[in-house]
């Protein structure tokens, strides 16, 4: 595996095959530019490729997991078919190559998540995340779609009626409650995060290597039959990068102001 050509993402290797994975950018609290997007499309194959590695453990330096994506990059995209094309593409690609990766995948959410980087905390075959992390999908506040991953996962993880509740009204939720209602794993004191995550990483890389992957396969064919509802919520989600409420939407986070929605 080549780990130079990444510049967003950053690799260690543990013992027993354990590949440590870490979104950094935490200048900018890991948000997602253009050049990271591009990276969590691809990381996934080439883990999967790689003979090295019989698990990832996902996680962001420093303060946050990863804040979404770089919202003034995101503005730029409104309304511009080519850009949102690519953003369909790589949405779809980053779902699906974490779908068929052939490693378990681990994230230990160790900070805010949202947006792609949601996508990648919640898509991991097993989420460690701390008690007290607030997160939520803002989607909807914004005037999106909640469509990169919602429509696909939280049904299955926390039901229709906890999925339908968060994801209509983007209420934030602690790690805790997350914890409750199934939709992660386990949640863990804040500075336990990446160590359970590394514990749990290393049972499995120690572990039956072609049981705990075809289990794994297995288990996702559940999701490989909900893809045709995870293509149906992203393309409405692109159609909603042509609307004006999401340019307001956008636009009122970054000066901070209350969104006045058509």
């Known amino acids: 595996m080549d780990f130079d050509k990444y510049e967003r993402l950053s690799f260690e290797r543990r013992d027993n095959g354990v590949l440590l994975v870490t979104i950094d950018r935490p200048e900018k609290y890991n948000a997602a530019d253009r050049v990271m997007l591009k990276e969590f499309v691809t990381v996934w194959p080439d883990i999967s490729d790689d003979p090295e590695t019989r698990v990832a453990v996902v996680t962001g330096a420093g303060k946050a997991f990863c804040a979404g994506g770089d919202l003034q990059e995101e503005l ?92 209509l009204t983007a209420d934030r939720m602690t790690g805790k409650t997350a914890d409750e209602i199934g939709l992660v794993s386990k949640a863990v004191p804040r500075e336990a995060v990446l160590d359970e995550a590394l514990s749990v990483a290393n049972r499995l890389a120690t572990g039956p290597q072609q049981a705990i992957k075809w289990t794994r396969r297995s288990l996702n064919s559940w999701l490989r039959m909900a893809m045709p509802a995870f293509e149906a919520s992203l393309a409405m989600e692109m159609i909603t990068l042509f609307s004006p409420d999401v340019r307001e939407g956008i636009s009122s986070f970054l000066e901070r102001r209350d969104a006045a929605f058509e």
């Not at 490693?103 to 007290?132: F, R």
């Not at 909640?146 to 996962?153: Q, R």
């Open 76 to 167: 730029e995209k409104v309304g511009d078919y080519s850009s949102v094309v690519t953003s369909l593409e790589e949405a779809r690609k980053l779902v699906e190559n974490m779908v068929n990766c052939d490693k378990p995948i681990i994230s230990a959410i160790n900070g805010p998540a949202a947006g792609a980087g949601l996508v990648v905390a919640l898509m991991a075959d097993i989420s460690i995340i701390g008690e007290d992390i607030e997160f939520t999908d803002g989607h909807i506040n914004i005037g999106l779609v909640a469509g990169d991953h919602a429509a696909l996962i939280w049904p299955l993880l926390c039901g229709m009626a906890k999925a339908k509740y968060y994801l």
